[in-house]
């Protein structure tokens, strides 16, 4: 008879505690603005390379910097009590409370920082969307009346990893920087998938979340609506390209990320719930990189 084993297993400590906090799994969210806003530059103008490594660089802080203050802030209140998912190193205990805050904001000082640098070699307008999105960061589960906790959070997702990231990285890449409508355009379908993978993650909290007195949109327009809320952003996201194809039609490329989306949409729209939304939550992201990374390459050409 074989005998399956009930212990749990370890968590990380150390260096790989702080890996697993980072969230690596979400990381393509903040790269995949900027390849989009490369794209743009490169289809308007020359591209000033450093500027754009420079971009992403503080697109990757902010990201890390955010995973780790919303860590530290739901994990203080105690809404990631029980949470199904990643490990977070507050709720856990495995990382010490303050250890993890002042994580989060040595990565939003050095995506300051950096900003610092490329607002100086650019335009100073930058650096009030730089504090705006740091500011985001922090308040989103962060203070005491946190937006995340009232249905905005999928708005300011689409607004910084949507509109900021891409028009922003689209201006700050161009040897003569400048705004374009083409960068506008583009960061509109980069912003929907980005809510996608939001609301996919929030969608399997529905039930603790509303037990926590989390309010995410999710739990406010309920389980069927949130379902169809994915579905729609992403099938948008697609609607858009082609509408930017007209214009680029290279563009088209990105529509071949469509056979990522099957797979999550037939398990979103199936009624999947808890664990089982973990694997959508995982495609959504490479989802938007993928397409992300084609649009660019079909706008660079």
């Known amino acids: 008879m074989v005998v399956m084993s009930t212990t749990t297993p370890p968590m990380p400590a150390g260096a790989a505690a702080w890996v697993a906090g980072a969230r ?3 990381l393509p969210i903040s790269i995949a603005p900027v390849l989009v806003g490369v794209g743009c530059a490169e289809a308007v103008g020359d591209v000033r390379w450093w500027r754009a490594i420079l971009a992403l660089v503080v697109s990757l802080l902010l990201q890390v910097g955010v995973n780790f203050a919303n860590d530290y802030s739901d994990g203080v209140r105690g809404t990631d009590a029980n949470r199904v998912g990643p490990m977070r190193l507050t709720a856990s205990g495995v990382v010490p409370a303050r250890q993890v ?10 995506a300051a920082g950096l900003g610092l640098i490329v607002a100086a070699t650019t335009s100073w307008w930058l650096l009030p969307a730089g504090a705006a999105a740091i500011l985001a960061a922090w308040f989103y589960t962060g203070g005491s009346t946190p937006y995340g906790y009232r249905g905005l959070g999928d708005v300011s997702v689409f607004t910084f990893f949507g509109l900021v990231a891409v028009i922003g990285t689209a201006y700050v890449a ?3 920087p400048r705004l374009s409508w083409l960068s506008v355009a583009a960061a509109v379908p980069c912003g929907l998938l980005a809510v996608a993978v939001l609301v996919v993650n929030n969608l399997r909290d529905i039930p ?3 037990g926590s007195g989390k309010r995410t949109l999710a739990v406010i327009l309920g ?3 949130t379902r169809r809320l994915y579905v729609g952003a992403i099938g948008l996201s697609y609607a858009v390209d082609i509408i930017i194809g007209v214009r680029h039609p290279w563009a088209l490329l990105a529509l071949a990320s469509g056979v990522l989306a099957i797979g999550p949409i037939r398990t979103v729209a199936g009624g999947a719930t808890g664990r089982e939304l973990v694997p959508p939550l995982a495609v959504s992201g490479k989802l938007m990189l993928a397409f992300s990374a084609l649009l660019a390459i079909g706008l660079a050409v």
């Open 223 to 225: 389980d069927a609506w």
């Open 174 to 176: 161009l040897a003569d």
């Open 101 to 110: 805050l002042v994580a989060a904001w040595l990565c939003f000082g050095l």
């Open 24 to 26: 690596p799994r979400t």
């Open 208 to 210: 603790r979340d509303a």
